[in-house]
């Protein structure tokens, strides 16, 4: 065994080294590619977006008004009677008819599905849901189903990034960033909300924040976001006609209770939604058959209450305003979270997002109300108490808490609103994460053993440095021993675990790495020189490279031990093995699980008693001598 001492290495050794160092120049240049990939999808799916609702408003005026028009209009308003229960009933056929012949992906409302790919299928979905899903979620929305074109718009955006993603050549990772791309820049397209979306790909998709994704993602929001400005208004997409005054410390204390009751609202819906569906599974009839009858089921609340057709964001902007009468808010409170719950349960294509605004918005009015009832000098306002109830609402379901508080600012443009939002969001997430195990948009997923990661922490590789871990003195072998001589000195070392060793010259010059498999293969004869059988590639890392860039060095190289050089000569100074990195992994590890005080009087005490004596032994035994 030798000590590592100084050793000059050859001009290949030190080439070798270099192509350890990260290949930032290429890096870029591969960022750059997907970053303009990633602006090409948005720009598509802007057109999209637009083309969705275009359909959406021909389907509706054809459907509840007999007209041929792509002009705006909602299905509250129709004069069919009773006739209008059996129009969300044909879609649900049609859509039914189109999961079982085309895709049943179209069914669902298109996040936890691109979750599920992401996480299992290496971000691959098929790409015929580019254009199934848009068109099956505007046959269900223009037929009276009570989605947002929001959740449709995403799953087309992810669809198309995947579907490109798969058409070139790149990693799996590169792909995944190409489907948040394309899912988000759908979101920002249709409300306006870059910001929004680049937190919704961090909190639901990406499950990673680095600038490889960071940056490819958010040139995609901004593109969705230009095209949005240009396609549907510069004005924000529930625009209110008044400022929202700041909020008092008594107001903004009433907001975070609302948050608390609104969370627990959240969880009950949540509950719903799935045991609605649950129920649809136990149904003797075929899953194609269950979207029509959620679909009748659609039809008779939109009769009895017609405000809970179609997407509905004319309702959002209602409740925002404080222009709807309590009896109606509470009316389309209920009646749209029991239509919504059927027709998502059914397995139809449409979204959550508006149905959860429009819920959540009216129960903060309602909320709101009887805060003033109650406490008249509060503070409270209806639309500051909607727009919390809103933002709640969706922090409280999705557990997406980041990007509840800045959707809310950015589709209104209340900056006023941010620390009631920032309290009533808080205490929704809070009481979902210790009462729900999933949210609405994970529990689809959980149920067939998918885990969707709910934190992300750095790296604790890529924090610690190689010179931090690696050991300074390790067995080297000289090129010039002979296997059977070196098998001999491993027989009488069984503690040595190294599958691969290190081999040097005689003047101690670094040559490359053989394995312990050459070593002990019988087909070579014993008088077989070590240097003989080193590998093509000389690897080699430096000291101030992380443990991640060892890690995916030795996995690419399948190696578990590897030399350190010096930046200035390139000499050995140390040996890094996978033991040592585990060991560090390990150690850091222990911060998150090891529970101990770091002041305590009683051990201090005992330090400096100790200390003491101490210092007098030393005292005595001068004196003695």
Partial sequence: MHNSIPISISLEASLAAEQVKPKINQNKKRLLTIAALAILVAIFIIFIAKFLVYLINLITNISFYGSFTISPSGPAYNNLGLWVIVIPALGGVVVGLMALFGSKAIRGHGIPEAMEQILTNKSKIKPSITYLKPISSAISIGTGGPFGAEGPII??????????GQLLKITHNERKILLAAGATAGM??????????????????????????????????????????????????????????????????????????????????????????DSFEKLPVHWMWWPAIGGLAVGVIGYISPHTLGVGYDNITNILAGTMAIQVVLALCIFKFISWAIALGSGTSGGTLAPLLTIGGATGALLGSFILYMFPASGVTLPL?????????????????????????????????????????GAAYIVSFFIMENTIMTEKIARRGIKTPDSYEPDILEQITVEQVMADTGLILGE??????IADWLHKEPLHKSNHF?????????????????????QLKPETLAGTLIKAKQISIETDNSLRVAVELMAREDIDVIPVLSKENKNIIGILSYHDILSSYKHNMDEHTKKHPDISLKRRSLKILIKGQKIISSLTNRQEK
Wanted: aromatic share 8%; with cysteine; proline share 3%.
């Fill in 502 to 522: 290190i081999v040097s010259s005689i003047n101690g010059e670094y040559r490359g790495i053989v394995s312990l498999v050459s070593i002990y293969d019988k």
């Fill in 385 to 425: 108490a909607a727009l919390v109830g809103m933002s709640a609402m969706f922090a409280g379901a999705s557990r997406a808490f980041l990007t509840a508080i800045i959707f809310a600012l950015e589709t209104t443009g209340q900056s006023n609103a941010l620390l009631p939002l920032l309290g009533a969001c």
């Fill in 155 to 164: 799953a087309t955006g992810g669809a198309l990034g995947s579907t490109l």
């Fill in 188 to 277: 920002s397209a249709i409300f306006g909300s870059p910001i929004a979306a680049i937190f919704l790909a961090i909190e639901l998709l990406l499950f990673e924040f680095s600038p490889r994704s960071i940056i490819p993602v958010a040139l995609a929001c901004i593109t969705g976001a230009a095209g949005h400005h240009l396609l549907f208004g510069q004005e924000p997409v529930f625009a209110v006609n008044l400022v929202i005054e700041t909020a008092s410390n008594t107001a903004l204390l009433a907001y975070s209770i609302m948050g608390i009751v609104i969370g627990l609202i959240s969880v009950m819906v949540t509950k719903f939604v799935y045991f609605i569906e």
């Fill in 480 to 485: 010039n021993s002979s296997i059977g001589e």
